[in-house]
């Protein structure tokens, strides 16, 4: 079987019946790469990386932790790195790889993400020979200091993968699969166009790559959008809200750490609470669909099905299939 024949089984296995643009995501699924290399015990340490430029192929720092003499490969081709650019904080290496000879795929934005918005994970998870195409969506995104935002989505990755591309359904690429909370399977990018930075960097030829990530952090000096995420998985609501209000009083003008207070208010049955929160997050963001709706389900539970049906003809136009799920919702009761 050929590589487009791969190809268009995995895209309609994996993706869902969103609208995609079928000829760039196949772009985009060439665009991705293997990184590998021999450890000092001599085992072999694998990741995935992505073209973006003229013979050059992003991965995450991370991946270069273990080996000194990495390499590129593409189906049965191996191409050798020739100098890196490195951002270990950011988790971004930029890899200048030797007569690479392939077309780079396009870098998109963070910053133009919305929630509930499809995407595509392509990445050599657990090893595969060829990358594997995951749907997801986007589930939230988090500002950072340094620009750009943080992709919480659904696509899903496994070891292997990091340093893959996350997709729109244009093939641009979004972010770079990096990190997820060990054991609960909450999935992390890095903005896509970090990259741009990281290509203003001194090149150096030495490997391995050394240095703390930012989602390496010690505890208590992790961003909160990461404090939140064992807590929020162990449904331990109390934690959650401890940690949320500390999140809305230091960033105030943040409508997922509004949103977040809201959600931990109503696990525990605030509901006033959980509904001022939702509302303070829709004023930082109108378009926050996840607020939106939550305060629906709260006032449906509340018995308040006037407000709960003009929230849901709100919710139409931000996010019919959530806007649907609330009506089936208000329709139960």
């Known amino acids: 079987m050929n590589k487009i024949c791969i190809f268009s089984l995995l895209i309609f296995i994996n993706l869902p019946s969103y609208a995609f643009n079928q000829a760039k995501l196949m772009d985009a699924w060439v665009s991705v790469v293997m990184i590998r290399g021999y450890t000092d015990n001599g085992s072999l340490a694998y990741g995935s990386g992505v073209i973006v430029g003229e013979n050059e192929v992003v991965t995450n720092c991370h991946v270069l932790r273990n080996t000194k003499k990495p390499w590129v490969s593409q189906g049965e081709y191996a191409f050798s790195i020739t100098s890196v650019k490195a951002d270990p904080w950011k988790d971004l290496c930029l890899l200048t790889v030797f007569n690479l000879n392939r077309t780079p795929v396009p870098i998109g934005n ?15 998870s657990n090893g595969a020979p060829v990358p594997l195409t995951t749907g997801g969506y986007v589930i ?21 993968a ?12 979004v972010g770079i699969n990096t990190f997820k909370t060990t054991g609960y399977g909450s999935y992390y990018s890095v903005p896509a166009e970090w ?19 930012l989602w390496e952090e010690d505890e208590d000096k992790k961003p909160y959008f990461l404090k939140i995420a064992i807590p929020k998985v162990k449904e331990n609501w109390q934690e ?5 209000k500390l999140w809305v009083e230091q960033e105030q003008n943040n409508t997922e750490a509004w949103f977040e207070h809201g959600y931990a208010n109503e696990m525990l049955k605030n509901y006033s609470l959980a509904l001022d929160a939702y509302k303070k997050s829709l004023s930082k963001d109108v378009n926050n669909s996840d607020a939106l709706f939550r305060s629906g389900v709260v006032e449906n539970l509340q018995g308040h099905k006037a407000e709960a049906k003009t929230i849901h003809n709100e919710l139409e136009r931000l996010n019919p299939a959530r806007a649907d799920e ?5 329709s139960m009761q």
């Open 195 to 213: 990259i741009h930075e990281v290509r203003k960097l001194p090149a150096s030829n030495e490997f391995p790559i050394q240095g703390k990530a």
């Open 110 to 124: 963070s910053m133009d993400l919305y929630k509930g918005q499809e995407l595509a994970g392509i990445g050599h």
């Open 162 to 173: 990091s340093g893959s591309g996350l997709f729109d359904m244009d093939g641009k690429l």
């Open 140 to 160: 939230s995104a988090y500002d950072m200091n340094e620009g750009g935002r943080i992709i919480l989505s659904s696509a899903k990755f496994r070891l292997g």
């Open 240 to 244: 959650l809200v401890t940690i949320t």
């Open 326 to 330: 609330l009506y089936e919702l208000i």
